[in-house]
């Protein structure tokens, strides 16, 4: 059964059609990652999902709750998380308070000016603030991690959101190979409670996380299977011709 | 409708093309430094304010002649927003709303500085008698001063797109407003566009204010008035050179046409609050520079 | 680079705030010249301001240029209702004013203001209602930064404008001064009296507690977070428009309680009050003062109005030149203002081995409000 179900997804900008007729099914404690060249709309992909930018047509339906015309914080309260390309972070707060925002089980704001800690609050940062490794790191402006901490933040943040489908776009760029053997570890160790998509260009971090690679070209669906599938598939060689990593 | 009807209508029209062509002179510097350099400029209602001391103190000391006056106007309010940028703006390029508030310290200081040293007392700025005359057009009847007005604004706008769609110097900004990095490494000095621009920006204030001050009275304080109709006009164009003048063109006949109906200060009413509005659902102006995030 | 130190430490921050509410308190111990305390309340006024701007744009990032819209339009309503409690609805229902102006009826908008619970209510909820439908507006548009500024500012002169073109039914130019104090439950609130001080005083007092309290929250923690990036918040589920209206208007309502307040002291409201350059004035204040520090943003409107009466109208020019070149001096290089030169010396202490950074705190502080009083 899919979690998320996208039907023929269309996008254009002005004539130019980014996303032409895309569809995709993400299955439930899977790890999915989403690749291609350059231009093949990925991202795009990921802001359709996020309500971020809004289709020409098509539908976007998470457990049978049709979320496409939904606004960016209707489609993250119904459960997806989205870690973004470029690390974004709240970099004049601690990073507690960062996670405590993140936490965001309650979002009426009339509630949340009586409150101060929310329920149920604490054990889950400590969940995963010792998953992401930041938990001497609380009291720390985020504006002076490192670069890889900025990261786990991000994607720390997304779990505090306790969603149903994680989206994390290009998690490991800019990481250390130390951080990416760490981040391996840890996205394994994930999607044994979570669903994830992944957009990576890194063929080498994807073939030891993903349970599921969908190629896109074109704006759209090109091939899906496993790894040494999709390795083989003419119709992909084809697209990656002279891409040196498959 | 009669003849009798219409007629005042059509005044009202020419009218607000008048009003339109002043707003439009007031904005366009301000225009090309927010569209290109990105700074909304809350001194620029003072640079307004010194391009009509200019005029007045050149005339009044040494017989400057009126049109002789628009170009010194230029230069040397020109000049003070050359210092100001390389003074102060151009530390603050990527907080804008610190911009926003520093300038706004910048126009304080020249109000005052101006105040002090030309007292608080209304200048006059004189034309030749011709300008002062009214002429018939169509329907409506027009002091000639107000066409003065509106040839120059057209003559600037003509300049301005001249300069920023088919010279060398145009190619150069609109490169650097796209990708500022992407421009540096073909050579381009973003840091001298800005300043070149917010010159340009700065003198053209000038000239408006020149104008202005034969329009009305020339007063310390005299730029406030101007000021906030200016920004209106870049809001709702957008930041582009085009947005401008339709936006100025739209609003000044609306205005004229509100007034028509009900009175100034009610039209004016009117006015701003169908902006609002209009922002609803054009929150980035009617020709909105394109901006990407992440 | 600052890290963490006494600045951060909310039981410090509120010992501070304590003590400034203490001394605030104190003063008609030590003034009994009635003017005096009616100019100290007045300044109690401006601080107020201060709070509500150093609310909306220090902590929410919405840069406001138009609060005159709340103070003026609430200080109008409060006029309105003063100026009804002097007139008799049999045998003189009619202000003098309008009567100049040939007004045979009153006004239907002016009738509820016979009430002066009825008056007041209407000077607060009718403010803060346009904050929320103007912010409504352009929060949800997506307007921000420096075009709300534009927006705030362009619609504050709109209602300059329109309160002076219905000269029948405002007074225009010349104001509205109602012609005796307001009097509650039958008793008159004499403004020159401590009574009249006091009421300020706890009012600041409690906005300030309510807003330190706001800040605290997970409210305040969210509109923190959406002053550095609304697009992340807007992806973690919160509703980003209602949050920045929600900033938006409790700032509203506190520089319309503000409005109230100021015509109770002076008797006299005018369009004077929805000038552009005085809801600068009040932005300029929380900027020197120190956008990210309700007490910063407070003392410094006592700092600068305090020094602009000190000195009085003759250096009115050379003083509004010197606080245009000290407040470019300020954006420039204190962006945090003198609560920040605070923060970051503070930070130098507390990194000096063998200096002990606590007893300074109370003694740097404190020294502000004598210099502002």
Redesign the interface.
């Known amino acids: 059964m899919g979690v998320l179900e996208i039907r023929d997804l269309h996008k254009s900008f002005g004539g130019t059609k980014v996303i032409n007729g895309f569809s995709l099914d993400v299955t439930e404690l899977t790890l999915c990652c989403l690749v291609g060249p350059n231009g093949a709309g990925k991202t795009t992909t990921m802001d359709l999902i ?1 309500g ?1 930018q809004k289709p020409t047509s098509g539908s976007i339906v998470l457990r049978g709750d049709d979320i496409t015309s939904l606004s ?2 209707e489609i ?2 119904r459960g997806i ?2 870690k ?3 690390p ?7 990073v507690r ?2 996670f ?3 936490y ?1 089980r ?2 009426n ?2 509630r ?7 329920a149920g609050f604490s054990a889950k940062l400590d969940e995963v603030a010792t998953l992401t490794g930041l938990k001497d790191r609380l ?1 720390t ?1 985020a504006g ?1 991690l490192s670069h890889g901490e900025t990261q786990w933040l991000e994607i720390g ?1 997304v779990l505090m ?1 306790n969603p149903a489908i994680l989206l994390l776009d290009e998690p490991v760029a800019g990481m250390t190979e130390s951080e990416i053997e760490k981040t391996i570890v840890f996205l394994n160790e994930l999607k044994r409670t979570n669903t994830l998509i992944v957009v990576e260009h890194d063929m080498g971090f994807v073939r030891q996380i993903a349970d599921v690679v969908t190629v896109m070209h074109m704006g759209a669906f090109l091939a899906q299977g496993k790894l040494s599938d999709i390795e083989n598939d003419p119709r992909v060689r084809e697209v990656y011709l002279g891409e040196p990593e498959v | 409708m009669t003849s009798l009807d219409i007629a005042p209508f059509a005044n009202a029209l020419v009218l607000g093309l008048s009003i339109a062509s002043i707003w439009l002179i007031a904005a366009i510097g301000l225009t090309i430094i927010y569209g290109t350099v990105g700074v909304i400029n809350m001194a620029h209602g003072e640079f307004i304010m010194l391009g009509a001391y200019t005029s007045y103190a050149l005339q009044s000391s040494f017989g400057l002649p009126f049109l002789l006056c628009l170009p010194a106007s230029f230069a040397v309010v020109a000049l003070v927003g050359l210092v100001i940028e390389r003074g102060l703006i151009r530390y603050l390029y990527n907080r804008p709303l610190d911009t926003l508030l520093a300038t706004w310290g910048v126009s304080l200081v020249l109000m005052q500085g101006v105040r002090l040293i030309f007292g608080s007392d209304p200048k006059y700025i004189a034309v030749p008698e011709i300008f002062q005359s009214n002429v018939e057009v169509g329907f409506a009847s027009l002091s000639v001063f107000r066409l003065v007005v509106l040839a120059i604004t057209a003559l600037i706008v003509a300049g301005t797109a001249y300069l920023f769609y088919r010279t060398r110097f145009g190619m150069q900004v609109r490169a650097v407003m796209q990708n500022k990095e992407m421009a540096a490494s073909f050579g381009i000095n973003a840091d001298r566009v800005y300043m070149t621009t917010f010159a340009l920006g700065a003198g053209l204030a000038g000239v408006a204010g020149s104008l202005f001050g034969v329009l009305a009275i020339v007063l310390p304080t005299m730029g406030t008035a101007y000021v906030v109709q200016a920004f209106l006009v870049v809001v709702v164009g957008g930041g582009t050179l085009m947005g401008s003048v339709a936006a100025a063109g739209l609003t000044g006949e609306l205005q004229s046409v509100f007034a028509f109906i009900t009175n100034d200060t009610f039209a004016r009413f009117l006015l701003y609050v169908l902006i609002v509005v209009f922002l609803r659902f054009r929150p980035r102006g009617l020709f909105a520079v394109a901006k990407g995030r992440r | 680079m600052t890290t963490r130190n006494l600045y951060h430490s909310k039981p410090a921050q509120w010992a501070v705030y304590g003590l400034f509410f203490v001394s605030i308190a104190l003063i008609p111990a030590f003034v009994s010249d009635g003017f005096l305390l009616n100019q100290f309340a007045v300044y109690g006024i401006y601080g107020m301001l201060a709070l509500s701007i150093s609310l909306c744009w220090g902590f929410g990032g919405i840069l406001n240029l138009g609060q005159g819209i709340a103070f003026g339009l609430a200080a109008y309503g409060m006029a309105m209702t003063m100026q009804m409690q002097s007139q008799d609805p049999e045998s003189n229902p009619i202000p003098p004013f309008m009567l100049n102006n040939s007004l045979e009826h009153l006004p239907w908008f002016w009738q509820p203001f016979w009430s002066t619970g009825g008056g007041i209510l209407l000077a607060l909820i009718v403010p803060t209602l346009f904050y929320v439908v103007f912010g409504t507006l352009m929060f949800r548009a997506r307007v921000s930064g420096p075009f709300f500024a534009i927006m705030s500012l362009a619609m504050l002169s709109a209602f300059a404008t329109l309160i002076l073109d219905m000269q029948p039914y405002t007074n225009g130019a010349n104001g509205i001064s109602p012609p005796s104090p307001l009097s509650v439950f039958g008793t008159d609130i004499d403004p020159y009296s401590p009574t009249a001080y006091w009421i300020v005083c706890g009012l600041l007092i409690v906005t300030t507690v309510g807003a330190k309290l706001f800040t605290q929250s997970k409210f305040g923690l969210v509109v923190q977070a959406l002053r550095g990036d609304p697009e992340r918040v807007r992806f973690l589920g919160y509703n980003v428009a209602l949050y920045e209206t929600c900033i938006y208007a409790i700032s509203g309502f506190i520089a319309a309680l503000a409005g109230c307040l100021w015509v109770m002291l002076i008797q006299y409201v005018s369009p004077a009050q929805l000038d552009t350059t005085f809801s600068i004035g009040m932005v300029i204040w929380a900027g020197i003062g120190g956008r990210l520090s309700l007490l910063g943003a407070i003392l410094g409107a006592f700092l600068i109005q305090g020094g602009q009466s000190y000195l009085g109208d003759q250096f009115l020019a050379t003083w509004l030149l010197m606080l245009g070149a000290f407040f470019i001096v300020v954006v420039r290089f204190l962006p945090k203002g003198l609560a920040g030169l605070l923060e970051k010396v503070l930070g130098a202490l507390a990194r000096q081995p063998g200096k002990h950074a606590r007893p300074d705190l109370p003694h740097a502080i404190s020294g502000a409000p004598a210099a502002g009083e």
């Open positions: 996020t971020r960016e914080h993250a309260q998380g989205r973004f390309q470029v974004a972070v709240f970099r004049e707060l601690s308070q960062n405590e925002v993140a965001s309650e979002v704001p009339f949340n000016m009586l409150r101060r800690r929310p009291e402006e002076f943040m959101q």
